[in-house]
Each structure stands twice: as structure tokens, then as C-alpha cells.
């Protein structure tokens, strides 16, 4: 059970990854450039601030950095889950102590972006979404 144990948080460390990687922050970096476009373009118009577009885009830019930082970390510590841990146990303890908090911090991260990036732009059916499907 405990060789299942590991498998499985491995192959989900993995897909965490790749999920991340490959769809929420290119979605969140899309989101920020057009949020960044939209405050330049208001500035120019109105010769002043554009406080909207601004807050926004400081929050984006602080949630994706939340998701990039999480994510050097989970790719880390799965590096160091492929190194010897010696028995079954202690490797099954170490998924559960490094390898599971990672991946909810990286878990975190993209919930808090899902809230902020534009529908359009977001790859992955969105909680509220989910709640429809039959």
C-alpha cells in the first residue's frame, strides 16, 4: 500500500507540475500582459493614473510570482523524491512531508489565480463551472 502510496503522490506531483507549467501561468502571464496594455493605453488617454488597471495588475503580478515560487518548489522536491529514502516507509513519509505540501502550495496558488484571471484566458473548467457539469 505504501509502494501505491508513493506511485500515485508521485504521478499527481507530476501532473501538478505539468498543469501549472504548461496552463495556469501561461494563462496568468497572458492576463497580466493585457492588464499591463489596458493601464498603458487608459494613462495615455486620460494623461493621468489608471488605479483599476493598476491594483489589478499588482495583484496579478504578486499571485503569479505566489505560483512561480510554489512551483520551483514542488519541481525541487520531487527531484529529491527520485533520490534514495531508503525503505518503502520513509519514502512514503517523505511524499506525505514534502511532496503533498508542495503540491497544495502550488494547488493554492492557482485557486487564488482561477478568482483573478480572466474567463477567456483560463484553460481548466473553474470550480464554479464544475458545479453545473452532470
Request: charged share 25%.
Amino acid at each position: 500500500l505504501l509502494e501505491t502510496y508513493v506511485k500515485t503522490l508521485g504521478i499527481e506531483a507530476q501532473l501538478t507540475s505539468n498543469l501549472a507549467h504548461q496552463m495556469i501561468l501561461p494563462a496568468a502571464l497572458r492576463n497580466q500582459s493585457e492588464v499591463a496594455q489596458t493601464a498603458l493605453v487608459v494613462r495615455q488617454a486620460t494623461g493621468g493614473a489608471a488605479p483599476a488597471a493598476d491594483g489589478l495588475l499588482k495583484e496579478l503580478v504578486t499571485l503569479t510570482t505566489r505560483l512561480r515560487e510554489a512551483m520551483e518548489a514542488l519541481d525541487k522536491v520531487r527531484e529529491e523524491a527520485e533520490g534514495p529514502h531508503g525503505d518503502v516507509p520513509a519514502h512514503a513519509k517523505f511524499h506525505r512531508d514534502k511532496v503533498l505540501p508542495a503540491m497544495d502550495a502550488v494547488r493554492a496558488a492557482g485557486d487564488a489565480l482561477e478568482r483573478r484571471v480572466n474567463d477567456v484566458l483560463w484553460p481548466l473548467p473553474k470550480y464554479r463551472e464544475m458545479l453545473f457539469v452532470y
